[in-house]
């Protein structure tokens, strides 16, 4: 059933992000996730999962913040490079740190810093929410994820 539930999962678009925070011993850190998701305006706070089976799981289970990045329509090539295992992710990337020390990527299309607000189990994944504490937001179109594919937005 988990295929069938995984491709049928894939009939619902998605916006494409990539989540960033520090290690412990300062590294950064980052990983695409199409999983994110707004939750609440007053509190602003915002969640997203991440699998059990993450190699990254640890680190961003335990990270006091994190910021994440809505990619637009030419990042394609970013998502890539954030999805690819045993490479430095951030190889050409440049970043700036937030007031919490989080690495920003200086290219989205929208940005969401935030505070760890909770975290609960969702089965074989965590389900992490963020107090947002600063927004940004550039012009531009999303870059999408539908079923196994980036995708655009194609206006009527």
Request: glycine share 8%; net charge negative.
């Amino acid at each position: 059933m988990s295929t069938q539930l995984r491709n049928a999962f894939g009939h619902f678009a998605t916006g494409v992000t990539i989540i960033t925070t520090r290690t412990a011993s300062g590294s950064p850190i980052g990983m695409t996730v199409n999983s994110f998701a707004s939750l609440s305006l007053d509190p602003p706070l915002a969640l997203w999962s991440l699998a059990r089976a993450s190699v990254n799981f640890d680190v961003f289970h335990a990270a006091s913040h994190f910021a994440v990045h809505v990619l637009g329509t030419e990042q394609s090539p970013l998502a890539r490079q954030f999805a690819t295992k045993d490479i430095d992710r951030f190889l050409g990337v440049t970043t700036t740190d937030c007031a919490s020390g989080v690495p920003r990527l200086d290219d989205y299309h929208a940005c969401f810093e935030c505070e760890t607000y909770g975290r609960y189990d969702g089965g074989d994944h965590s389900i992490i929410v963020g107090r947002i504490l600063a927004v940004d937001e550039r012009p531009g179109d999303p870059l999408l994820f539908y079923r196994g594919r980036f995708a655009r937005i194609v206006a009527e």
